[in-house]
């Protein structure tokens, strides 16, 4: 069998991973673009643009995933090799090689289970691991140091010291300190497994305190003041009094298993709630880890992201009794089917969905000829964040201005608006005042925005549509669009 063999494994699980690396060219979600791309290039070229959780009163990330991309950024600079293309597809092969390396230590974890070649097959035939993986997204760090504390987890009855465990566990406390909740379970088991218990409870200690003493010392350098941003991403998300997490949405109790699991497993969710019932160590751990992630009432698919090695065995376990339960020896054509399904579908998400908002950078950095006589503004009417910013550009002449929808950090009104809102509320009045105020070189928005303002455009004789990118088959709000357009100024 393809996994069976260690050599056969390696390649397929590196051939996989590459071919994901090749393929994903889509917009998936706006944190991968602008808390990572867009915070690394302004540390290494020193202009990019931060949001409000980089504020340093806010101070609600940490540098350390950005400032590694930054060395990776100034290494090519030295090399004269920065170009902007360069420069994306380095840092997403970077996390693609983070990637396999999370799939080795899933490998070591399921060492021994009788299940292993279900489980690798759930999970690489899944479309949200394609999709996802090569993205630089923290929830894709927070799974691979929990696939990595997992499998380090399994020596604790060989050997004396534990450190590998917390140490993997404190880093992705570092990088996300709701990773932590799982580990509100799994700890008090493992404390109780092993024999050494101070000396597990002392590592642990020593492990927390000096990766997060020294990860605050960077990141106080970095904000130019004493900070812990554990503790700053804890308030802001569920303590701060304007509630700031639900200014991105609010979501009902029953979120995660009415939207978020259906998202990423589709027809194959009830696989999952079959195989719950043969692991019930691992089924307390997810339903405690969705139950936490259920106090916050904004939700997102991505967040689970972390749990999805232990959703991969239960679902092999609902595969395996689907094979005893209807005696089929060879393994059934349906479930195969299933399985290739999933890849078509990660293949058309990763390829097809929504690339018009990664491919209007190219399109902007590639048709805007360098002028020394010439700078160039361009003006995103669009849903904040709806596309990649300066990295993706990566050149000083083109000025890059946006919707903004920073949340309502000081003001205790029930009824503020960001500046998203308040352009999308009244469009044709936005757009003429914002026509008076600046001339940008072009202008950029979904065919849902133009269809609304063109009479504006009839009228105003300054804007041409200079053309038209395909984004997506689905329009997945009533903001966005299924055709990007750009407009450039006659002048």
């Known amino acids: 069998m393809l996994f ?21 060219r889509t917009y998936f979600i706006a944190d991968e673009y602008w808390q990572t791309f867009e915070i690394a290039h302004s540390l290494a070229f020193n202009y990019g643009y931060k949001t409000w959780e980089w504020n340093s009163t806010i101070a609600i990330r940490s ?28 840092a997403t092969l970077f996390q693609t090689f983070l990637a396999i390396l999370g799939d080795l230590a899933y490998v070591k974890f399921l060492q021994g289970h009788s299940l292993i070649f279900l489980i690798l097959l759930c999970r690489f035939s899944c479309w949200y691991t394609m999709y996802s993986s090569p993205r630089l997204l923290i929830n894709n760090l927070e799974e691979i140091l929990f696939i990595c504390s997992l499998a380090a ?22 990088l996300r300190p709701t990773s932590a909740i799982p580990f509100v379970i799994i700890y008090p088991y493992l404390l109780y497994q092993t024999s050494q218990r101070l000396r597990f409870l002392l590592q642990a200690f020593l492990c927390f305190v000096v990766l ?24 802001i998300n569920f303590f701060h009094p304007n509630s700031i997490s639900s200014h991105y949405g609010i979501n009902n109790l029953l979120w995660y298993f009415t939207n978020g ?14 195989g719950a019932m043969f692991n019930k160590r691992l089924t307390v751990v997810v339903l405690f880890t969705i139950f936490i992630y ?19 065995v239960l679902e092999a376990h609902g595969v395996d009794w689907c094979l005893k339960k209807f005696k089929i020896r060879k393994f059934p054509w349906v479930l195969f089917l299933s399985f290739a399904i999933h890849l078509l579908i990660g293949i058309y998400f990763s390829f097809v969905d929504r690339q018009g908002q990664i491919s209007v950078m190219t399109y902007l950095r590639t048709n805007l000829p360098y002028d020394n006589q010439r700078s160039y503004s361009v003006d995103f009417l669009m849903p904040c964040h709806s596309t990649p910013y300066h ?3 990566h050149r000083t002449d083109i000025q890059l201005n946006f919707l903004t929808c920073e949340p309502n950090l000081n003001s205790s009104s029930s009824d503020y608006l960001d500046e998203a809102d308040r352009f999308f ?35 105003d004789q300054s804007y041409y549509v200079k053309d038209i990118l395909f984004n997506s088959h689905i329009q997945h709000t009533s903001r966005h669009g299924k055709s990007i357009y750009i407009l450039e100024n006659k002048l």
């Open 153 to 174: 987890a399994k020596s604790f009855r060989s050997t004396s010291s534990n450190f590998a465990f917390h140490l993997f566990v404190s880093l992705s406390f570092i």
């Open 294 to 312: 259920t106090l916050n009432s904004h939700k997102e698919f991505r967040f689970l992201t972390q749990i999805l090695p232990i959703l991969f």
């Open 425 to 459: 509320a009244a469009p044709i009045e936005s757009l003429r005042s914002r026509l008076l105020l600046s001339k940008a070189s072009h202008l950029v928005m979904f065919d849902t925005l133009y269809n609304q303002v063109k009479n504006v455009f009839e009228d």
């Open 4 to 24: 069976r063999k260690p050599r056969n494994l390696l390649l397929s699980i590196v051939l996989f991973r590459v071919l994901s690396w090749l393929i994903v």
């Open 261 to 274: 699991l259906p998202m990423i497993f589709f027809y194959r969710l009830p696989l999952i709630f079959l």
């Open 63 to 90: 540098y350390l995933y950005p400032y590694l991309i930054s060395l990776i950024y100034r290494f090519l600079a030295f090399l004269h090799l920065d170009t902007a293309s360069v420069l994306i597809n380095v």
């Open 212 to 235: 997060n003493l020294c990860n605050s010392l960077l990141d106080s350098y970095m904000y130019g003041q004493w900070t812990f941003v554990p503790l700053n991403f804890l308030y």
């Open 391 to 393: 990295n993706f550009i």
